[in-house]
């Protein structure tokens, strides 16, 4: 677990952002919207447990998004390069292990 730390600690710093509060009003406790990008036009949102980030899995997502844009995104969303039905299969089987 501890070589999982630097990038919780970068998401916990992305969630103190004071512009994620426009984004994140209808959004539970403990949970973070995330933005799916199929293309360059198509942008979906998603809420997410927070409990999600420790997952092997979504954190090969995250290092993904890293790669792509960055964490220092211009609207303070946190925006993952794939497909939503991939997002929807990945949250599906995290709910239910």
């Known amino acids: 677990m501890g070589i999982l730390l630097p ?3 970068h998401a916990k710093q992305y969630l ?3 512009n994620l509060t426009s984004i994140a009003k209808d959004v539970p ?3 973070l919207p995330v933005f799916v990008v199929e293309n360059q036009t198509m942008k979906k949102r998603h ?3 927070l409990s999600f980030l420790n997952h092997p899995r979504f954190q090969q997502l995250l290092i993904k998004a890293e790669e792509e844009f960055g964490y220092d995104h211009p ?3 946190l925006t993952i390069p794939c ?3 991939m997002l929807i299969n990945l949250t ?3 709910a239910y292990s």
């Open 16 to 18: 103190r952002r004071p």
């Open 29 to 31: 406790k403990s949970h």
């Open 47 to 49: 809420v997410v447990p």
């Open 75 to 77: 609207t303070g969303e």
């Open 7 to 9: 990038r919780m600690l």
């Open 83 to 85: 497909n939503e039905d």
């Open 92 to 94: 599906s089987c995290l």
